[in-house]
């Protein structure tokens, strides 16, 4: 490609384009030390805990990190998919991404699906202009009706249809507690709202239970 882009590569273009799929795995690959590295924090530790305790039926996350799953949460819902695994695009073949992202930074090859060849993987993630993974979505709306409470996490509730989830355990008549640093759109229609750290939070609620 003449020069890099800065903007995200479009889901189209990553599947038309030899040259959006380059940009694709340089952008990728810049970030991938970074997050392999991170660790769950006690906001994680607290609803693996939870889960684990027949407490919390499960988590629906927009976060792509896989951070919960380390952390012990088994009922993840991840409607953003996971950068945890590379999918390919033509035959579904799914990979661990640590070694062929590492493989990329080594030769900045980008490499062939070694199930049918083709070169277009992708991270099993939600690229701007692709649907999210529909069967995840449904299973997402049927946890929040039956829920008799969601807590609606670090989230600003601006982006749909994430956004309208915690509204669907309102509607079915189930609570709806807010932790978020920052105000939301839906603020008003909470039982509680906590404007404070999500590790904290979590911490102080889980000793008060």
Known sequence: MSGRS??????????????????????????????????????????AKWEQAGQLQGVITQNIDGLHQIAGNQNVFELHGTARFIKCQDCAEMFDADPLVR??????????????????LKHATVSFGQMLPEDVLEKSIDLCR????IFAIGSSLVVT???????????????????????????????????AGIGATLSEIDQRV
């Not at 959006?20 to 690959?29: I, S």
């Not at 839906?186 to 906590?194: L, S, T």
């Open 6 to 47: 800065t903007g995200p590569v479009y889901y189209d273009e990553f599947m038309s384009s030899a040259d959006a799929r380059a940009e694709y795995w340089h952008q990728k690959a810049e970030a991938h030390r970074e997050f392999f590295d991170s660790q769950p924090n006690a906001g994680h530790k607290v609803l």
């Open 103 to 120: 493989g990329y930074l080594e030769t900045e090859v980008i490499p062939n699906c070694s199930a049918c060849g083709k070169d277009r």
């Open 146 to 149: 039956e829920a008799d409470l």
């Open 161 to 195: 249809p994430a956004a309208n989830l915690p509204m669907l355990t309102k509607q079915a008549r189930g609570k709806l507690v807010i932790i978020n640093r920052d105000e939301t759109p839906v603020d008003h229609y909470a039982d509680a709202v906590i404007h």
